[in-house]
């Protein structure tokens, strides 16, 4: 086996070294009540593995606007990288009929999650027998100004994509962000599930946060950051 010259075997390991600086675990913990917006969060077992149940703070449905209510995950700050979770939404036991379990991934957070992006899934759309309702599997939305109501209607089709999805189940996602440029993978594929293009706020820096809907109760584990 032909060996490298010394100097190649150092930046090789230099290298080696970078990936493994900028990978990051996030350990998921209960955070200070102003970090919980709408949310409220215990740390629990869940399918076997340790996890943050996020369900809708007072145990209330309705409150708030959709897509305001996200858990800041403290000393986080995330421009640019790789997001890596698995997660799992369900609907809660007393939502209403049209609630779908949305669960999702929040970042670029301000301090006070007035604005942020965010990839979500809609579990009990994957399997629907209504073809519309699978069409709306996987979202992205921009709080405050781009939410799920007005990209819907202003660019049908361009911010949601089909994924098979079962309600209650861990699914791992993958989000990749540069700049402008976000993508969506789940389920460990290699082609993306979702593509956005252009980011409403921008190149921005921010807070990840654990980001549910109405009438969900939702788990997250094994969040990891590659930068």
Same mark, same amino acid.
């Given at each position: ?10 930046i090789?390991?230099s290298a080696l ?8 675990d996030i350990?998921l ?6 970090? !919980? ?7 629990v ?12 703070a007072g ?33 809660? &036991? ?27 899934l ?6 629907a ?7 709306h &599997? ?15 209607? %202003?660019?049908p %089709?361009?911010y %949601? &994509?089909y994924?098979?999805? %079962? ?7 993958r989000?990749?962000?540069?700049g ?9 594929v &290699? !082609? ?36």
């Amino acid at each position: 086996m032909k060996k490298l010259h010394p100097f190649l075997t150092v930046i090789a390991l230099s290298a080696l070294a970078i990936v493994i600086v900028h990978a990051q675990d996030i350990k998921l913990d209960v955070p200070k009540a102003e970090s !919980q917006h709408n949310v409220k969060a215990e740390k629990v077992t869940y399918r076997g593995k340790p996890a943050m149940r996020v369900t809708e703070a007072g145990g209330g449905l309705g409150l708030g606007d959709f897509d305001d209510r996200v858990l800041i995950l403290p000393e986080t700050d995330f421009q640019d990288g790789e997001i890596t979770l698995e997660l799992a939404g369900d609907v809660e &036991s007393k939502a209403p009929a049209g609630a779908r379990g949305f669960v999702g991934l929040a970042f670029r957070v301000t301090p006070n999650a007035d604005k942020f992006e965010c990839f979500y899934l809609r579990p009990t759309n994957g399997r629907a027998e209504d073809q519309v309702r699978r069409n709306h &599997s996987a979202q992205y939305i921009s709080h405050p100004e781009f939410a799920w109501q007005r990209l819907p209607r %202003e660019v049908p %089709e361009k911010y %949601e &994509s089909y994924v098979d999805l %079962e309600p209650g189940v861990w699914t791992k996602v993958r989000i990749q962000v540069k700049g402008t440029q976000a993508r969506l993978f789940v389920h460990g594929v &290699s !082609q993306p599930t979702l593509i956005v293009n252009d980011l409403k706020l921008g190149t921005s820096s921010g807070a990840l946060g654990l980001w549910i809907g109405p009438g969900t109760v939702a788990h997250f584990t094994d969040l990891r950051v590659n930068r």
